[in-house]
Nanobody
């Protein structure tokens, strides 16, 4: 059974930083591309960052230069370091992995990030 558990969200002032974590189980973590998505109220869920099994990364234009995705295969955990946070970064952030064999997306429960003064 695949389980993704996010943590690290919270309330932060503009310009502040947060580090999200996603602990995975039930998958061969080291071979998986891991993704962070976010969904703001009234908006569609969007891809924020992606890291492949060999460490290649991709970012949404809106977060480039501010967010960094990384992974620790020994701990089966993917991270999202968020610096220079803006109010428009306010959203629920979700960890995601896609099972190509089953053609199924797996999601964590989400963690709320609120950027406000």
């Amino acid at each position: 059974q695949v389980q993704l558990a996010e943590s690290g969200g919270g309330l932060v002032q503009p310009g502040g930083s947060l580090r999200l974590s996603c602990a995975a189980s039930g998958i061969i973590f080291s071979v998986k591309t891991m993704n962070w998505y976010r969904q703001a109220p009234g908006k569609q869920r969007e891809l924020v960052a992606r890291i492949t099994s060999d460490g290649n990364t991709n970012y949404a234009e809106s977060v480039k230069g501010r967010f960094t995705i990384s992974r620790d295969n020994a701990k089966r955990t993917v991270f999202l370091q968020m610096n220079g946070l803006k109010p428009e970064d306010t959203a629920v952030y979700y960890c995601n992995v896609y099972n190509a064999y089953q053609k199924v997306d797996y999601w964590g429960q989400g963690t709320q990030v609120t950027v406000s003064s």
